[in-house]
């Protein structure tokens, strides 16, 4: 048998080369440079016995016991191994605050501040003045307040982590009064009602889906009240026959009966959006200034920083919540703080905000500089898709994403890619989108409308050298 695979150009399981041979082998040296000995003797191991499996079944072609090939092969496989799973991207959705992609990108001010974290010791929790332990809030309280108009200040890890301890720590076995439109499910099936069952607290439903007046919230006020609660309408907008109650009449209505109005403000901004030519979002100070006791918003949505869930408002629930054993379980550490502090500095000087604060700069890139950018790429593109397909460089619509401002859209530009032959596209459309996520740096765009669409309001100038380069070579 072993003479006729001999003749046939195979191997037998008997050739198959011993670990140690392969090990001292010359083409192996790379490998075992770049991962190491452990990592390279399992790679070693699991292609052997795929060998040897493959010999018993019917013979190995020889070539494919050299040293080379199977160095080639073990340096293949432990290189896919060690491949980021976390991988840079580039977002064409046409979505900004992509929640899939990562939402807000960081400025530059606060990559550089992750990083001085990152290799060098620092104050998380040391008071430089007096020498004795402090509290990492103080990093970032007097910053919020400042901007925000609150008394006091502290952060979790997201938004829905500063509901849930809102919600714990002031109305455990107590009642919260909701209007029942504001029941939001915010990104992956996460509700309103399922996180106060968490939190402790007895939700009361007043009103309709699509009107909810005063007298809801003060008929729903009993003994076992803790708050009154408002809650930002994420992703979706309520038109038509409607009637909801402002911040500041519930938090009258709240008052009066001497209990605290909170509102999660989901995205939440601290400057007006207007002055930049966006659609006018209720910032954090203007539902201080109207009688919210606390507000809670994200860090890493409109206000343009790291993964956080921010609470500002009175100081004395401020402390209730921090002497919270959650608190602890919920807080961020360095790297979030590090990449928090400079966004919040960029507030402090607006007239700058537009340029130096990355997501702002993104919302606001205007349609002439997106087009010729278009001009440039289509040609690039269909290129690189060959003459199945057909790319034009059009006008279209992105969205700001993440809960914020649902059916507001920026008149941007990009490319629509179609099938050029016969038949369905959609095969087609899929296959070139698949393509695209391939590439060493994906390109993520989105299908609809029998056409792969490509938002280049995220691709910004700095980075298009780069993009192009990829796209070179065919991609079939």
């Known amino acids: 048998m072993a003479d006729q695979l001999s003749g046939a150009g195979l191997a037998a399981a008997s050739d198959i080369p011993s670990l140690d041979r392969l090990l001292n082998a ?62 840079a991207v580039y977002n064409l959705t046409g979505t900004v605050l992509h929640t899939n992609l990562g939402r807000a990108l960081l400025p530059d001010e606060a990559v550089a501040s992750v990083l001085r974290a990152l290799t060098s010791p620092a104050n998380l929790e040391f008071d430089l003045d007096t020498g004795g332990r402090g509290d990492r809030d103080d990093l970032i309280d007097e910053l919020l307040c400042e901007l925000t108009g609150a008394e006091a200040a502290t952060v979790v890890n997201n938004n829905a982590a500063a509901v849930l301890l809102m919600l714990n720590a002031l109305a455990d076995r107590r009642e919260v009064v909701v209007s ?189 500089d997106i087009q010729p950018q278009a001009e440039r790429l289509r040609g690039v593109l269909a290129h690189a898709a060959g003459p199945s397909y057909a790319v034009e460089a059009v006008p279209m619509f992105s969205q700001i994403g993440s809960g914020a401002l649902p059916i507001d859209q920026l008149p941007s530009y990009g490319l629509a890619v179609r099938h050029a032959g016969s038949g369905r596209p959609g095969r087609h459309l899929d296959r070139l989108e698949t393509l695209l996520r391939r590439l060493p740096v994906p390109v993520i765009g989105r299908i609809a409308d029998d056409a792969l669409w490509l938002d280049l309001r995220c691709l910004e100038d700095r980075d298009e050298a780069a993009f192009t380069a990829q796209l070179a070579e065919p991609l079939a």
């Open 26 to 87: 010359e083409a192996l040296r790379p490998a075992l440079a770049t991962h190491g000995r452990t990592q390279v003797v399992a790679a070693l191991r699991r292609d052997l016995e795929a060998l040897r499996k493959r010999a018993l079944d019917g013979g190995v072609p020889r070539h494919e016991l050299d040293a080379a090939a199977v160095a080639a092969r073990t340096s293949a496989a432990l290189d896919e191994a060690a491949r980021p799973r976390l991988r």
């Open 180 to 368: 029942r439109g504001e029941l939001v499910e915010i990104g992956g099936a996460f509700r309103i009602p399922d996180i106060m069952k968490r939190a402790g607290a007895k939700l009361v439903e007043v009103g309709t889906t699509n009107r909810t007046h005063a007298a809801d919230y003060e008929n729903a006020i009993g003994p076992r009240t803790a708050m009154l609660m408002k809650v930002h309408c994420s992703n979706y907008a309520v038109t038509g026959f409607t009637k909801s109650v402002d911040v500041a009449d519930v938090a009258a209505l709240a008052h009066a009966r001497g209990l605290p109005a909170t509102v999660d403000l989901g995205s939440g901004t601290l400057v007006d959006l207007t002055q930049f030519g966006l659609p006018k979002e209720d910032t954090v100070r203007e539902t201080i200034a109207a009688g919210a006791d606390l507000v809670t918003f994200s860090g890493d949505k409109l206000l343009g920083g790291p993964q956080a869930g921010l609470l500002v408002g009175r100081a004395d629930l401020i402390r209730k919540i921090k002497k919270n054993p959650l608190k602890r379980a919920l807080r961020v550490g360095k790297l979030t703080l590090a990449a928090l502090e400079p966004v919040l500095q960029l507030y402090r000087a607006p007239e700058f905000l537009a340029q130096r604060l990355t997501t702002l700069r993104l919302l606001t890139r205007p349609m002439r």
